[in-house]
């Protein structure tokens, strides 16, 4: 069963350039590592809220250390907007 993951946070205004870039090579070499390609979204109605997609996941527990790896090397978590925090949720198909 493959599995759809949605990660969101809140990215200040401030961090928005460095952190799209930061974004697009933890994607790439995600891809590279697993398969998995990721977009990137924010709202329609607040830019600074943000969104990774990564769908059709089938081995977790690879995609899962290999996601914290990479947000980790690159340092995302230290560009959100202060108080914020990656809320992951992860779905399947019905």
Do not use: C
Not at 7 to 20: G, S, T, V
């Amino acid at each position: 069963m493959s599995l759809s993951y949605y990660i969101y946070y809140q990215m200040p205004r401030e961090n928005a350039e460095r952190a799209r870039s930061v974004v697009t090579s933890i994607q790439r070499e995600l891809h590279t590592a697993t398969g998995i390609a990721g977009r990137l979204l924010s709202r329609h109605d607040d830019e600074t809220t943000w969104m990774e997609i990564y769908e059709d996941v089938l081995d977790t527990a690879t995609f899962d250390a290999m996601l914290s790896k990479l947000v980790t090397r690159h340092g995302l978590a230290q560009m959100l907007e202060a108080g914020s925090s990656r809320k992951q949720e992860i779905f399947r198909p019905i």
